[in-house]
């Protein structure tokens, strides 16, 4: 470990430093109200703000926007988000940090976010009234997880019995929360569409809700 004295550490040198821990973070921002050519979002946990069609502020740029999407390029990356959805980019390669993450309801009170499931990203909708995290098959090939190795169930689904696997994630990551060997449901198919963010995870978490916002923060 390198010894560096406190009185050694320039100006110049604590500036580098603080840019350093910056781009090592992600980038979260959630889409809180849809304009004409604007959009009103919250970057990284702050009071939201509105951003207009070419602006920039904190690595986010707005390209375009109407009353159903947005999109932007964030850390370089092009993402498109609807009204209540959230996205985190990651910057330069850095360890996790478990900051708290930010969630904005819907119009109809739902949490939507992106996650990544072992390096590969995917939406997600927050479902405390799933006992585990649910996938299609779809989602888990595009995630490179071997479902069909792990155990074979029958799942009810409202388009019938469907055949599900159960499987472990080697890694969930949300914005900054890292989680490890989450227990999770394949179900042969197309549903469900999105992500549940079923309670193998949640029960990880702590989950605070005020009004429209959820705040997730890690437990252990």
Known sequence: MLKIKMLQLSAVGLAA???????????????VGLFSNKA???INGAAPRTLSAGQTVDG???ISADSESATF?????????KMGQATSVAGNTGPANNDPVSLYADKVGHFYGNLTINGASLKYVVDTGATTVALNSGDA???KIDYEKGERIEMSTANGVVNAYLVKLNTLKIGTIILNNVEATVNEGGSPPVVLLGMSALNRLDMKRDNSIM?????Y
């Open 17 to 31: 430093g603080l840019l350093s821990l910056h781009a090592l973070a992600d980038t979260r921002v959630n889409v």
């Open 60 to 62: 986010v740029k707005l």
């Open 40 to 42: 009103m979002v919250s």
């Open 215 to 219: 705040t997730l923060t890690k437990k």
């Open 73 to 81: 390029v964030v850390e370089g990356k092009r993402q498109t988000l």
């Open 141 to 143: 090939k595009f995630a």
